[in-house]
């Protein structure tokens, strides 16, 4: 399967749920049912599952300042930040 489905849009937002084990059995099953028939989200799971065990072995330490800096900057957080906190 090389295209996106609608179940592909239900699973990816029941990714981390399902890789931390908060998911009923029920659809823990249908989720592996589709994963056997889909490249697509096979690939997606393996990567968030990689991203995960990354950062829980070698994640934890504190970004530096001037990176923060830079990372803030780039991704535009501050503008986000104040929008957030102007919404609320």
Do not use: F
């Not at 749920?17 to 799971?45: F, P, S, W």
């Not at 990689?50 to 503008?79: C, F, S």
């Amino acid at each position: 399967m090389d295209h996106i489905t609608e179940t592909c849009r239900e699973i990816k937002d029941k990714l981390s749920a399902y890789l931390d084990g908060e998911l009923e059995t029920a659809l823990c099953a249908e989720i592996e049912q589709h994963l056997r028939g889909c490249d697509n989200c096979r690939v997606m799971v393996d990567t968030l599952n990689k991203t995960i065990t990354l950062y829980r072995n070698y994640g934890q330490d504190e970004v530096p300042p001037d990176a923060h800096t830079r990372l803030t900057r780039v991704l535009n957080l501050e503008r986000l930040k104040m929008k957030i906190q102007q919404s609320t």
